[in-house]
Nanobody, 128 residues
């Protein structure tokens, strides 16, 4: 069973940066062990939205328009951890951020909301 644990959420001022981490157990990041990994977020009163997606074998990535050019998704196979580097943060980035994983291919941003495995979330708050 895949388990995901997020960390790194914090309160920052607009323009600041944060790096979120997602530690995986029950799944090993190696090149021939393919998975779709994603970061999603949910703000109060809004639907959960996928913000970044990575195919762990091919390294292909997808970003939502709202974070393109500011956020970077990556993974460290040696640490079995996925990251989300968030730069130039805006107040509208305030949300609970979740790590998610799925094993349906090809990886598709349209399926993030139905991914099979989810972490508990980590809160990001950006003040103006």
């Amino acid at each position: 069973r895949v388990q995901l644990v997020e960390s790194g959420g914090d309160s920052v001022q607009a323009g600041g940066s944060l790096r979120l981490s997602c530690a995986a157990s029950g799944y090993t990041f190696v090149s021939n062990n393919r998975a779709c990994m994603a970061w999603a977020r949910q703000a109060p009163g809004k639907e959960r939205e996928g913000v970044a997606l990575i195919d762990t074998t091919y390294g292909t990535t997808f970003y939502a328009d709202s974070v393109q050019g500011r956020f970077t998704i990556s993974r460290d196979n040696s640490e079995n951890t996925m990251y989300l580097q968030m730069n130039s943060l805006k107040p509208e980035d305030t949300a609970m951020y979740y790590c998610a994983a799925d094993f349906r291919f090809p990886c598709s941003d349209s399926r993030v909301k139905t991914f099979a495995y989810w972490g508990q979330g980590t809160q990001v708050t950006v003040s103006s």
